[in-house]
T-cell receptor, first 114, second 116 residues
Framework: NAGVMQNPRHLVRRRGQEARLRCSPM?????VYWYRQLPEEGLKFMVY????????ESGMPKERFSAEFPKEGPSILRIQQVVRGDSAAYFC????????????FGPGTRLTVT | AQTVTQSQPEMSVQEAETVTLSCTYD???????LFWYKQPPSRQMILVIR??????QNATENRFSVNFQKAAKSFSLKISDSQLGDAAMYFC?????????????FGKGTKLTVNP
């Protein structure tokens, strides 16, 4: 069973461009979580999604950021008009459901905004 | 809101020795899970150990064990017989189900150096 896949692993964008980060959960997992890790910091929760539903987006900036987890295909975290402060590592995790206490993490996407 | 505090930004230990990493948390929930994650230079988050709050027995995984003090809201990680491969950032995390959501709240991490 393949682990959580994230791509790209590294992404460089110029200020004002759009960044799209993809996450394919483990097989059989219908819950996806996105976290952001700024340099020298711990991971911070951004958004929690189930298939076709956003359950909790309380950690996501109100502007420029959006997330989706469609019925088919990977979960997408989209950042519009990126700024230097968006440079960070973005981690996706998945789980089969709330009754499963463990979240399985992907390798992360390192976003650099120049 | 739930918070997790790791008061040791950096720690070092000699190979084969024992080291303890500290973590405290704040919550009003009665049932929850606590975790220690390891993040090596590859940045992959690796689950080291977990503890269910309703269990009084401290969790153990090989050379890794925890000292869980529920009343004190303390959750320290002990690494015995430290190995060079243990060098990494270690994050303490709390799992909350508040408000119908589910999320992990992480501390800022402790950088562990293992000296040969």
């Amino acid at each position: 069973n393949a682990g959580v896949m994230q791509n790209p692993r590294h992404l460089v964008r110029r200020r004002g461009q759009e960044a799209r980060l993809r996450c394919s959960p483990m097989k059989g997992h219908s819950h996806v979580y996105w976290y952001r890790q700024l340099p020298e910091e711990g991971l911070k929760f951004m958004v929690y999604l189930q298939k076709e539903n956003i359950i909790d987006e309380s950690g996501m900036p109100k502007e420029r950021f959006s997330a989706e987890f469609p019925k088919e295909g990977p979960s997408i975290l989209r950042i519009q008009q990126v700024v230097r402060g968006d440079s960070a590592a973005y981690f996706c995790a998945s789980s089969p459901g709330v009754s499963s206490y463990e979240q399985y993490f992907g390798p992360g996407t390192r976003l650099t905004v120049t | 809101a739930q918070t997790v505090t790791q008061s040791q930004p950096e720690m070092s230990v000699q190979e084969a020795e024992t080291v303890t990493l500290s973590c405290t948390y704040d919550t009003s929930e009665s049932d929850y899970y606590l975790f220690w994650y390891k993040q090596p230079p590859s940045r992959q988050m690796i689950l080291v150990i977990r503890q269910e709050a309703y269990k009084q027995q401290n969790a153990t995984e090989n050379r890794f064990s925890v000292n869980f003090q529920k009343a004190a809201k303390s959750f320290s990680l002990k690494i015995s017989d430290s190995q060079l491969g243990d060098a990494a950032m270690y994050f303490c995390a709390y799992r909350t189900l508040r408000g119908g959501s589910e999320k992990l709240v992480f501390g800022k991490g402790t950088k562990l150096t293992v000296n040969p």
